[in-house]
């Protein structure tokens, strides 16, 4: 049985439009540095979650008194499991669609590749080049987001 968090369920936001996360949500872009250039860990989103069969960063609703961080952290394990011990916070993007509601993406270095298909919500992982990511069939909020996520990403690496 699945336990119900304090921050699962729909809201309808002051644009009329229902997204899920009472008190929004949050995500995570790992990336990993490999020799031709950075990666980063995307998600097929299965049919059975908002906008099955596009590509996404893990992530989810936000609990009552939890960071951003911390929900992305905990999404992603839930969704493609924990990331290697030793990672770096490389900074933030938040995605406001509406005034009452927002889904904040974390980019987080990690130091090896990971992940799998861990629950109903993800078809398949994968590493993809950063320079490829444009050219997928994204989820729209995800597609909003990435020329920010990606500005983090090529920031971080010039130092």
Not at 82 to 106: C, I, M
Request: a negative charge; aromatic letters at 10%; glycine letters at 12%.
């Amino acid at each position: 049985m699945i336990q119900r968090r304090s921050g699962d369920g729909f809201v309808v936001c002051a644009d009329g439009r229902s997204r899920w996360g009472r008190y929004g949500a949050a995500g995570v872009v790992f990336v990993f540095r490999a020799g031709a250039g950075p990666e980063v860990l995307l998600q097929l989103r299965s049919r059975m979650a908002h906008e099955g069969g596009t590509w996404s960063c893990p992530g989810g609703a936000i609990d009552r008194g939890e960071s951003t961080l911390e929900a992305g952290m905990r999404e992603s394990a839930e969704e493609v499991g924990e990331p290697p011990a030793r990672w770096r916070h490389l900074g933030e993007v938040v995605f406001a669609p509406s005034p009452d509601w927002s889904y904040t993406t974390a980019v987080v270095e990690v130091t090896a590749r990971f992940g799998a298909s861990l629950n109903f919500e993800t078809s398949e992982v994968k590493w993809v080049a950063v320079e490829d990511v444009a050219a997928m069939e994204l989820h729209s909020g995800f597609a909003a987001t990435w020329p920010a996520v990606r500005a983090v990403i090529e920031r971080a690496g010039e130092n």
